[in-house]
Nanobody, 128 residues
């Protein structure tokens, strides 16, 4: 499977944005989907994940309540909605796939090593 994030742009603080993750290739194989971000001078960090069915979601503590992950398998697409944007959210956002157990994923300190099929990210810039 190949994933590609899109939908980034320049947004004013306090606004909202929905990012899209488009999947292609072997999309009929069940896989979890995750979002990550990498801010200027920072390491890539986990943001949110969702299982194949869309039933279970998992968020980094730093984004709970403002980020919403979802997916539409009929459209081979995942989404990340970000509300109440702040300049601290400025980063390149990536989506990726995982074959790991979702339960195991939520118990990992840093699940990034369990994701694959990274596409090019999409830049989100939040101005104050």
């Amino acid at each position: 499977v190949q994933l590609q994030a899109s939908g980034g742009g320049l947004v004013l603080a306090g606004g909202s944005l929905t990012l899209t993750c488009s999947a292609s290739g072997r999309t009929n194989v069940g896989f979890g989907m995750g979002w990550f971000r990498q801010g200027p001078g920072k390491e890539r960090e986990f943001v949110a994940a969702i299982d194949w069915s869309g039933t279970y979601t998992y968020y980094a503590d730093s984004v709970k309540g403002r980020f919403t992950i979802s997916r539409d398998n009929a459209k081979n697409t995942g989404y990340l909605r970000i509300d109440s944007l702040s300049p601290k959210d400025t980063a390149i956002y990536y989506c990726a796939a995982t074959d790991s157990s979702f339960v195991a994923l939520t118990r990992m300190t840093n699940p990034i090593g369990n994701f694959h099929s990274w596409g090019q990210g999409t830049l989100v810039t939040v101005s104050s």
